[in-house]
């Protein structure tokens, strides 16, 4: 089985920075696209940035120029580094990894991580 982590949420006041982390881990054989989302009381979950394999970002509508989405293959893990916090980039923040796994990558799985909370006061 595989699974995705994230770490990195915090209660910050304005201004203030955060760097999310988010690690696949278990059998892994190749990891494809992984996702940053957001989800906010009363809202469906929605995307703020797509990192594919060749580390390319597709930016979201909720993706802000203070943030910067990127990867690093070789630790199976995407980063968000959030900069000049404000309130409204509060919310719990998701990984979504799409990951073939098993000894010969036969198996895929899409998974979701328990998310993590970024709580930005005034």
């Known amino acids: 089985q595989v699974q995705v982590v994230e770490s990195g949420g915090d209660l910050v006041q304005a201004g203030g920075s955060l760097r999310l982390s988010c690690t696949a881990s278990g059998n892994i054989f190749r990891v494809d696209d992984m996702a940053w989302y957001r989800q906010v009381p009363g809202k469906q979950r929605d995307l703020v940035a797509t990192?594919?394999?060749?580390?390319?970002?597709i930016y979201a509508d909720l993706m802000e120029s203070r943030f910067t989405a990127s990867r690093d293959n070789a630790k199976n893990t995407i980063y968000l580094q959030m900069n000049s916090l404000k309130p409204e980039d509060t919310g719990h923040y998701y990984c979504n990894a799409k990951i073939y796994w098993g000894t010969l990558g036969w198996k895929f799985d899409e998974v979701w991580g328990q998310g993590t909370l970024v709580s930005v006061s005034a």
């Open positions: 990192i594919r394999s060749n580390g390319e970002t």
